[in-house]
């Protein structure tokens, strides 16, 4: 069935360091794929997105990549700071009766330590 | 700014009572969600509507229903709450067509006890 699976549940970084989160996915039809970075009491805020047309995506310090062969797409962070620290969500869209949804993996929550 | 509102930061609800969860957006979206979020789950997600008066089930269905009469409001209804629905409630929207980014509500932790 629909799945995404998200790796690891928990990391934990100096400032500075690099992080990477893996997801993968079921469905080879899936063609979005958003991360979601949701700070503690607060609401999940999309950070960046990709399209399967497309193999990687930066925006400052952060990048994604996608390997649509082997299903999965990873989130990655560069020169990490404290602010960086939150939970961190990946999604991949499925069609479900003619409409797109997004199926979340379980989150990642990412500490980093000044 | 997507603004995505919902009626209740927190809420505590008696077992078996009927409970409404409002989701207000002002962004003109076509499309509206209702997912819940529990520690080592992720989102999961209950009910979508992609149009006015129209509804789908997502992944966890049971025991909620939700209504859409209008393009900017989604309710999500707990008929008779029970303690497994104590859980954090968001609301997404999305503009539609070949646009899936989702844009969260602020969140209701709802209490059952």
């Known amino acids: 069935g629909e799945n995404v699976e998200q790796h690891p549940s928990t990391l934990s970084v100096q400032e500075g360091d690099s992080a990477v989160i893996k997801c993968t996915y079921s469905?080879?039809?899936?063609?979005?794929f958003p991360w979601y970075k949701q700070e503690l009491g607060k609401r999940p805020q999309l950070i960046i997105d990709i399209r399967s047309n497309v193999g990687e995506k930066k925006d400052q310090r952060i990048a994604v990549t996608l390997n649509k062969t082997a299903k999965h797409f990873s989130l990655h962070i560069t020169e990490t700071q404290p602010e960086d620290s939150a939970v961190y969500f990946c999604a991949a869209s499925f069609l479900s009766g003619g409409y797109n949804k997004l199926i979340f993996g379980a989150g990642t929550r990412l500490a980093v330590h000044p | 700014d997507v603004k995505v509102t919902q009626s209740s930061r927190y809420l505590v609800k008696r077992t078996g009572e009927k409970v409404f969860l409002e989701c207000v957006q002002d962004m003109d979206h076509e499309n509206m969600f209702w997912y819940r979020q529990d520690p080592g789950l992720g989102l999961r997600l209950i009910y979508f509507?992609?149009?006015?008066?129209?509804?789908e089930k997502g992944d966890i269905p049971e025991g909620y229903s939700v209504s859409r009469e209008k393009k900017e409001r989604f309710s999500l209804i707990l008929e008779s709450a029970s303690t497994n629905q104590t859980s954090m409630y968001l609301c997404a929207t999305a503009p539609g067509g070949a646009r899936y980014e989702q844009y969260f509500g602020p969140g209701t932790r709802l209490t059952v006890t």
């Open positions: 469905d080879s039809a899936s063609n979005y």
């Open positions: 509507s992609y149009d006015v008066k129209m509804k």
